[in-house]
């Protein structure tokens, strides 16, 4: 059975990796290419890793 949860955390990350892509343009007009990247990568990694975990513990054992 799987872990609503979870569910739920996927569902929230998906949307921070895919509301980061279409901010990019935005962001970049204020703060710089540099502070831009290094700011898209660190919200990137962070999904990445809360994918990891959520799916590490979709289903109930």
């Known amino acids: 059975m799987l872990r609503t949860r979870s569910v739920i955390g ?11 892509i279409f901010v990019i343009p935005g962001f970049e007009s204020r703060a710089g290419f540099g502070v831009t990247f290094w700011t898209m990568a660190a919200l990137e990694l962070l999904a990445m890793v809360g994918v990891a975990y959520f799916v590490l513990n979709l289903h109930e054992e």
């Open 10 to 20: 996927l569902a929230v990350c998906l949307a921070i990796a895919l509301g980061g």
